[in-house]
């Protein structure tokens, strides 16, 4: 299994990839800020899969960025209902955090196991589609350009893992370990895991198809969002 500090470097390069795409070949489409959020975005990706180890750097980084992205993305639906003041803003953030790091976290820890489901295709998939809904409000260009950063960073997770799951014998010869073949995977050992995540790739793809103008999903299901 690859190091933390491999992860995060093979999430960094999906982020200067594509934000070097958009750059380079559709200047203009984003502005210096997005391109940044979209590098950021690779990085966040490239430790997402991680999320189903209990201990370790992954984990805590995840959900401290977790608990800052959540909160802020979802402040302008709040601000519809609530009077946006400083002691509001306070309690907002100190409960959402609080809630995320102490409630969400720990059960992650009890429902996952790690290379699972969080460690194949699938997930990675649903990551990118997580990463485009977060942006969905700054437009269609920055919301696929996230989400293509978040799945890239991801696949390099799963990829690197892979790599490292092979040894050389005697310096030339490959051998893989138990763990080979665990990360690019389309399911888990648990049906109930790879069912519920693939029902993600489905529900949080809605949106998104209706925002890259297809509807073949029917407009009953579209118009649920």
Wanted: proline letters at 4%; aromatic letters at 12%.
């Amino acid at each position: 299994m690859s190091e933390f500090k491999t992860h995060f470097l093979g999430g960094l390069t999906a982020g200067v990839a594509t934000s070097a795409y958009y750059f380079i070949s559709q200047p203009g489409t984003l502005n210096p800020t997005q391109l940044t959020a979209v590098f950021l975005c690779g990085a966040i990706g490239g430790l997402l899969p991680d999320l189903d180890s209990d201990t370790g750097k992954p984990l805590a980084m995840l959900f401290g960025l977790i608990s800052v992205i959540i909160p802020v993305t979802f402040l302008k639906y709040v601000s519809d209902y609530f009077v946006v003041t400083p002691e509001f803003l306070i309690a907002y953030f100190v409960l959402a955090y609080l809630l995320i790091n102490y409630v969400i976290l720990e059960g992650v820890k009890r429902v996952t196991r790690h290379r699972g489901i969080m460690h194949s295709i699938p997930f990675a998939v649903f990551c990118g589609e997580a990463g485009a809904l977060v942006f969905l409000t700054s437009g269609k260009d920055m919301a696929v350009a996230a989400g293509i950063a978040v799945f890239i960073g991801a696949m390099i997770h799963l990829i690197l893992d892979e790599f490292h799951s092979i040894v050389w014998k005697w310096g030339f010869l490959p051998v893989a370990k138990n763990s080979s073949g665990s990360a690019l995977t389309l399911k888990s050992n648990s049906i109930i895991a790879t069912i519920s995540v693939y029902m993600l790739v489905v529900i949080t793809g809605l949106p998104i198809l209706k925002l890259m103008g297809y509807d073949f999903y029917g407009n009953a299901l579209v118009t649920l969002w």
